[in-house]
């Protein structure tokens, strides 16, 4: 019944937040969905199934990722101008049913995706069985270092774009002077914490495929790729690319992807 309920759950959301997208005229609001979706998904999963203690932890890290990401994007988002890529989604969609391809190619994507995401949460919640203390201990300490990743690295990369005299340079300061992306890194890193802090027994392995998700999209399809496919004609990103790990810190391939 937990898989169900959530899947409408999760449709629900998006659906609303697919007409306030374009009521807005951005589709690129659906990032803020993302985080904010799962959260909403977590409350809804402790409240009404009251796990016990390592799961309802567990779940309460989604809900504060997700409440501190949905509230950066929307700051970041909110009122601005449309991210590139999904103004260049507009212009491969053309003029044929484009409120139906950016429903079913963004938003019902988007919210698959959630709802995988919150696998892990689910098999969790529906086949608790003994609380194990220890990698209940050591997952959100993995998860901890993932939101440290992520909030130090957007607060620096914020920083360092409200500086005037920064403006069309490339930022490799702090945590992005280890790393090319320490706020994607960090956000696998927390999934793969909270896969472990709610590990109760063979059950748990079901919800790999959470933490496997999120390692796939970032490092190969909608995070890092998109996103460096941008500068590859930036000399200057290339030059920090060279000296920069792409994505482990410190010890991570230095390799630009195209």
Do not use: C
Not at 27 to 32: C, K, Q, S
Not at 110 to 132: C, D, K, P, R
Not at 218 to 224: A, F, K, M
């Amino acid at each position: 019944m937990v898989y169900l309920t959530t899947a409408f759950i999760v449709l629900a959301f998006f659906i609303a937040w697919f007409f306030v997208s374009v009521q807005q005229k951005n589709y690129g609001l659906v990032d803020i969905a993302w985080g904010l979706g799962m959260s909403i998904v977590g409350v809804f999963l402790v409240l009404t199934y009251q796990p016990d203690i390592q799961i309802t932890l567990s779940i309460l890290l989604i809900v504060i990722w997700g409440a501190r990401l949905g509230y950066y994007l929307f700051k970041r988002n909110w009122g601005k101008p449309e991210d590139f890529r999904y103004a260049q989604f507009r212009k491969n969609w053309g003029d044929r049913f484009p409120l139906l391809k950016a429903f079913f190619k963004v938003f019902v994507l988007q919210g698959i995706l959630s709802y995988i995401m919150m696998f892990s949460s689910m098999n969790a919640v529906a086949n608790q069985t003994e609380v194990n203390f220890v990698l209940m201990i050591v997952g959100l300490v993995i998860a901890a270092t993932g939101l440290f990743f992520e909030i130090v690295g957007d607060y620096q990369l914020a920083q360092f774009k409200k500086n005037p005299d920064n403006k069309g340079k490339i930022m490799d300061q702090g945590l992005w002077s280890i790393t090319r992306h320490p706020n994607y890194f960090g956000e696998v890193v927390f999934w793969w914490g909270v896969f472990i802090t709610s590990f109760q027994g063979l059950h748990s392995f079901f919800g790999l495929v959470s933490p496997l998700l999120i390692t796939y999209l970032i490092n190969y399809l909608s995070g890092i790729p998109l996103l460096e496919r941008k500068y590859l004609n930036r000399p200057e990103y290339l030059e920090y690319a060279k000296k920069t790990p792409r994505f482990i810190p410190w010890i991570g391939t230095k390799e630009m992807r195209k």
